[in-house]
């Protein structure tokens, strides 16, 4: 009795023109192969599970349309998938924008309201400093008269003139100087 036959899953030689070529199947199935030492395997610390591409099987039933509905179906679900989610992405970031537009256009609003404010508050301090400059004029006018009135040669005059006179005199020294 010699060696058992191994299984398909344990060993599988394919005998190519001068060399020949050993795949085994690990535990997890995946394949190893001794000329494609870079595919990592399944039981590889690290790897989920490796990439492989389509078999030409499946590449020619695909060519012909006769790949089988579920792959269709998935392909198709992956592919609305990420157009949703691209979708959903692009949605996010134009709400994002027309919020930030939003804000941007009420801070702007802020700051002419605020302007205005200023202008109206610069324009009724101009009109109080006008207001007071001409006040400060006529008192001026006044307080010029008055001492003119005080500077007054009382001895030219009559005697109901310099009655008069004094009384003036009194009013604008308790104006002025008290």
Known sequence: ??????????????????????????????????????????????????????????????????????EDLSEVKSSVVKQLSLMEEFKIVKEKELLDEREHREKLIAIREKELQIQQELKDQELETQRLIKEMEIKAKEREMDMKVLDADPSQMSESRRARHEKACEKIYAKWFT
Not at 12 to 31: L, N, P, R
Not at 34 to 53: C, F, H, K, N, Q
Request: proline fraction near 9%; charge should be positive; include cysteine.
């Open 1 to 70: 009795m010699g060696v058992p036959p191994l299984t398909h899953k344990e060993l599988k030689c394919v005998v190519t023109v001068g060399e020949v070529k050993e795949t085994k199947v690990t535990s997890g199935g995946a394949y190893s192969s001794s000329s494609d030492r870079e595919t990592p395997l399944a039981d590889d610390a690290g790897v989920d599970s490796p990439v492989r591409p389509q078999g030409s099987k499946k590449s020619k039933r695909r060519e012909k349309g006769k790949a089988p509905v579920s």
